[in-house]
T-cell receptor
Framework: AQSVTQPDIHITVSEGASLELRCNYS??????LFWYVQSPGQGLQLLLK??????LVQGIKGFEAEFKRSQSSFNLRKPSVHWSDAAEYFC????????????FGAGTRLAVHP | DADVTQTPRNRITKTGKRIMLECSQT?????MYWYRQDPGLGLRLIYY???????NKGEISDGYSVSRQAQAKFSLSLESAIPNQTALYFC????????????????FGPGTRLLVL
């Protein structure tokens, strides 16, 4: 069965520091991978997605993620965090073909210290 | 204007009441979804619909029903609300049958926060 693990429930970083949020997935075939962000009181906004090709994908707000098939990982990174990045981040996976359901991780809540 | 809208945004109801949450989209997508979000559990799929005549149960459909009134409208009903249905509910859409990954990329509404007393 498909699953997504986000090992870190909470992460705190200082403003200006680098960030890496971990995501591991379990899926037997070619996965499509997503990162969403949920700001306080808001809905989910798509940050970036990976379907195929270059394993390093760029997203909005200066985020990037790298797909590593050998490690079944899709970690999210940002070189310099801003206070406005404080939010909850969700990794999700779906099988290609459009007939499978999107499976979400439990989320990582990011706090940013000034 | 938002592409995916949900009404109401907040709702308080009592145990045993019937309530309906509504979702509308202007993205022209054919697929629509209902999720609930609970702390520490991420989002879980309640129901999904690939077109007006196609409705499917998700992983946690018990206690819920849905109606796809039109391509752009997808409603979620709680026939008899109970306190453990207190959650944040999201509608999402995905769409057109063209391009790699288009069908799989879901876009979310702002959510409805439901409290069942």
């Amino acid at each position: 069965a498909q699953s997504v693990t986000q090992p870190d429930i909470h992460i705190t970083v200082s403003e200006g520091a680098s960030l890496e949020l971990r995501c591991n997935y379990s899926y037997g075939a070619t996965p499509y991978l997503f990162w969403y962000v949920q700001s306080p009181g808001q809905g989910l906004q798509l940050l970036l997605k990976y379907f195929s090709g270059d394993t390093l994908v760029q997203g909005i707000k200066g985020f990037e993620a790298e797909f590593k098939r050998s490690q079944s990982s899709f970690n999210l990174r940002k070189p310099s965090v801003h206070w406005s990045d404080a939010a909850e981040y969700f990794c999700a996976v779906v099988g290609s073909g459009g007939y499978n359901k999107l499976i979400f991780g439990a989320g990582t809540r990011l706090a940013v210290h000034p | 204007d938002a592409d995916v809208t949900q009404t109401p945004r907040n709702r308080i109801t009592k145990t045993g009441k019937r309530i309906m949450l509504e979702c509308s989209q202007t993205k022209g997508h054919d697929r629509m979804y209902w999720y609930r979000q609970d702390p520490g559990l991420g989002l879980r799929l309640i129901y999904y619909s690939f077109d007006v005549k196609d409705i499917n149960k998700g992983e946690i459909s018990d206690g819920y029903s849905v109606s796809r009134q039109a391509q752009a409208k997808f409603s979620l009903s709680l026939e008899s609300a109970i306190p453990n249905q207190t959650a944040l509910y999201f509608c999402a859409t995905s769409g057109l049958k063209q391009g790699v990954g288009v069908q799989e990329t879901q876009y979310f509404g702002p959510g409805t926060r439901l409290l069942v007393l």
